[in-house]
């Protein structure tokens, strides 16, 4: 039988790695040299802005959803969903892009028709399948188009 024989690490090595939270008052252990422990990780600038991205996310969609007539930023982070959906997969019907950003169709609607408004996406409706309307990127440079 083969002997595998594991490196170990001295004992002290392990420490080395290991501050103290920055947090005044914390005197908990951080890993891997982060600047926080555990318990504190939402100061860290990567999940501070995460937590802004998804709380505009929310802000959005509120009041989007509380407004019959909600004035949607074209540069907004929804906006900015749909499109990146629509690069990313091609066109596909406007519930399944609902479904894909987790936006519900009666409010992306707004949405797409101001997205439409604005030429940056085409509404197809598709009687090969059943008269859905299909979303698709606005191509208006004739280079973006196949051949
Ligand atoms: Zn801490």
Known sequence: MKCI???MEPPNSHRSNRNL???KGCHNET??????CIAHLDRLPYVQNLEKNLLDREHEL???A????PRIKIDGIICRDILAALHHYGP???KKLGFLIEVRSSIINHYLRRLQNKKQIRVI???NYKNR???ALHRNKSSDEPN
């Open 21 to 23: 939270c920055d947090i």
């Open 5 to 7: 024989r594991l490196e």
């Open 31 to 36: 890993s891997d040299k982060k600047p926080f």
């Open 133 to 135: 309307r299909i979303i």
């Open 62 to 64: 509120v009041s989007a």
């Open 125 to 127: 409706s598709s009687k």
């Open 92 to 94: 596909m019907s406007d």
């Open 66 to 69: 509380n407004n019959t007539r």
